[in-house]
Structure formats: C-alpha cells, structure tokens
C-alpha cells in the first residue's frame, strides 16, 4: 500500500562515486541495486470504509546499504509525528470520529534520510435503515412457505455488505442472506399475528427493521376426542366432543357436528357411544380424511345370573367329569363379577336317577367356581346340572351322557 509522499528508495547505478579522505581523492564502485535510502510500507490496517472507532497498523521498514533506521514515526491526520508504538505497529484506541482519516508512517536513518507512507480510509459510523419491503403471502396459512425482501441502505460514503437474519417474534425460525440477495424464505408453522424482524449485520453499523405478518390454521388433519379417557358401566353412554387441529396443531375449534363416532364391540348414536361388554373399548371419531380415538373402559354390573364356562363332558358312571365344570358369576350382559360368592351343584335333568356326587358347593375365586371332582353314579343320556347361587338367578349345563365304567 502507498500513498503520496511515500519517498521510494534511491538506487545507485553501479558509477564511481568519489570520497574525500583527507586531501587525497579515492574512486570506489558502489553495486548496483543496493538502497542508500531508508523505505516503509504498511502491510495492513482497518478495512475501508469501517465501522469500528479504533484502528491498527502494522507496517515493514528497511535501511539496505545506510547506517540503520534510528527513528520510527506515526502521524494521523496530520496531527504531527510522534514515535510509533513500535517499529513495526501502531494502534488508535479512539474513539476516532466519523469520516475520513490518513495515517502516516515516517522512519529516519541515521543519515537523516527519511522515507514514509500513508493510508487513508473512511470510518461510517451513520446507522444502517433496514426496511421490510415485502413478506408474501401475507396472510400466509401454517407451514406455508413466506418470502420476505429487505432493503439496507446507509447515509454515508461506501457499499454496505454483511448479512441479513429475518426472525420472528421468538426467534424461533429464522433465515438469512446475503444483503445484496434482498431476499430469504421462512415457514411459520404457528397460527397467529407475527412481528417479522430483519436484522442487518456488516460493514455499516447494524439495524433492523420489521413487519406484521398473519399466519392462518391449516387445513383440518386430525382430531382430539374428548374426554381421551372415561370409565362407564355396562350399558352406560358416553358423550363425547371432537376439536380440530391442522397439521401443525393449530386448533380449528369444534367440529362435534361434522365429526361420525363408533366404538369397538359397542354403538354410537349421534356423539355418545355405549358398550354392553366389559373392557377398554376404543372409540373412534372422523371428520372426511381426519380422525382422533379415545378410550372407554366398560365395567360389569352387579351380579345378575350364573353362567357355565365350561360345560360338563360325558363320563363313565362313578369317574370324575373330566375336565372339570366351571361356573361364573356374571351380570346382566354376561360380563365376568369379581366375586367370592358360593356357587352350588345339583342334577337338572336326571334321567337316569342318578347320584351327583363330589364336590358340590365351591365358593368363587374372582367370580369363577370350579369343580373338578363331579361324579354320576348311573348310567343314561340328557343329565343336566343345575347352577344356584343366593340372590342370583341360577343356570342349567347341558345335556350330558354317562355310560358303564
């Protein structure tokens, strides 16, 4: 780098040059190409134009063939030549004004020969006016791709560059580009009223600018059932309610009346749904494409009957009934009760004037009594067994055969 007044070195031309030593006169070549005056050049300092109040200098200085550099001075502006920092680097901790500024390098030999160099640069400390120009669609619907085009402009000399980040209110999405690319493109996936704010960071003193933007729900994609979770007894009806959302999970609000239910092994009319059969039930609502589900959980009733679980097989006369007869203890639907009722065995029908013998009263584990010791002691087919229990209605088996051992 140079700059006016940069003294470049004198060069000898390989001629003799006559000394004087004493009276007597001595011809001496000198060679060629060796400086016999002092040089400096500033390798690097602020870039131009700059924002920043201070600046930093370092710079190379050279005597070739002269007796040495002796003195390194620095000048700014014209302000007048103090000595350097160091031979080699000068800062300005500032702060340094707006405006254009020349720094000056100046070495002497010890000669007195001198040599120096400059530089010049601009310092804009005028603030930057970022302005949104555009931001479409506005409104946009959720997930929608949104282009926002910015301008960077600055009162003072120079190009800005640098780049610009356009967020919203959260920060929470963002995108970024160059200043002269004027342009970026973002998703707000959030239904809602947004401050669109593009901030410019570069060369110049870094500002922003800003802009409202609506976002909009989506189209309709699923739904929540309410309640998620209900317990009802058996018979019962639950009424549910279904909200909207789009894919985003904006809510779209109530869409009850649009929406169709139905639930596993159970009905729905209009939005209440019912099942006869103990259980978690899953219950199902959908609105065109979207749908949500909730969970019904059925309990029994109180106890109502028995019922037989397995069947009494046919045997030989006086040899266990094999496998054993089991009765449960169940509601109205036929839903298992947890009870520890005593269920008691007598012979239905018995043909063949039979015996029952065994076990013939057991009381239920967890509404289930099992015998598994019931004998007949004659032979004939058409025997029933007959089920009884207090306050309960009884049940009645089938048919069954016994024949000789």
């Not at 009276?23 to 060796?34: E, K, Q, R, T, W």
């Not at 839903?335 to 076990?359: H, K, M, Q, R």
Request: proline content about 6%.
């Amino acid at each position: 780098m140079s700059a006016p007044g940069h003294q470049r070195p004198r060069w000898s031309r390989g001629v003799p040059i006559v000394l004087l030593v004493g009276v007597a006169l001595a011809m001496a070549p000198v060679a060629a190409s060796v400086p016999l005056f002092p040089v400096v050049s500033i390798d690097s300092g602020p870039t131009d134009p700059s924002t920043s109040a201070s600046a930093g200098f370092a710079f190379t200085s050279d005597d070739g063939a002269g007796p040495g550099i002796t003195d390194t001075d620095c000048d700014l502006d014209g302000g007048g030549f103090a000595p350097c920092d160091s031979g080699t680097s000068q800062t300005y901790a500032g702060p340094l004004s707006a405006g254009s500024h020349t720094f000056t390098v100046r070495v002497t030999d010890g000669a007195s020969n001198q040599a120096s160099d400059a530089y010049t640069w601009t310092i804009n400390a005028s603030p930057t006016t970022t302005t949104i120009t555009s931001d479409g669609p506005d409104p946009s619907a959720a997930g929608d791709v949104v282009a926002v085009s910015w301008t960077v402009t600055a009162s003072g000399p120079g190009t800005v560059t640098g780049i610009v980040t356009v967020t919203d209110a959260s920060n929470s999405v963002d995108c970024s580009a160059p200043v002269a690319t004027g342009h970026c493109s973002l998703a707000l996936t959030v239904a809602g009223t947004y401050n669109l704010k593009a901030t410019y960071s570069g060369n110049f003193p870094g500002g922003f600018g800003s802009a409202a933007h609506t976002v909009t729900e989506g189209a309709l994609h699923h739904l929540v059932l309410g309640p998620s979770s209900a317990t009802k007894a058996a018979g019962v009806d639950q009424a549910y309610t279904a909200e909207g959302y789009d894919k985003f999970d904006n809510d779209l609000g109530d869409v009850t009346s649009a929406t169709t239910f139905s639930i596993s092994s159970g009905t729905c009319a209009a939005n209440s749904c019912w099942s006869t059969r103990a259980g978690p039930r899953k219950v199902t609502g959908r609105s065109g494409t979207a749908r949500g589900t909730a969970t019904l959980t059925v309990t029994a009733l109180a106890a109502h009957h028995l019922l037989f679980d397995h069947q009494p097989r046919n045997a030989k006369t006086n040899t266990a009934i094999t496998p054993g007869v089991s009765v449960q203890i169940v509601d109205l639907y036929g839903n298992l009760v947890v009870s520890s009722a005593t269920v008691t065995l007598t012979l239905g029908a018995n043909p063949g004037g039979a015996t029952l013998g065994g076990t013939l009263g057991v009381a239920a584990s967890v509404g289930v009594a099992s015998f598994n010791d019931l004998t007949l002691n004659k032979k004939s087919s058409g025997y029933t067994l007959q089920a009884t229990c207090p306050t309960i209605l009884g049940g009645t088996s089938n048919r069954f055969a016994i024949t000789l051992f």
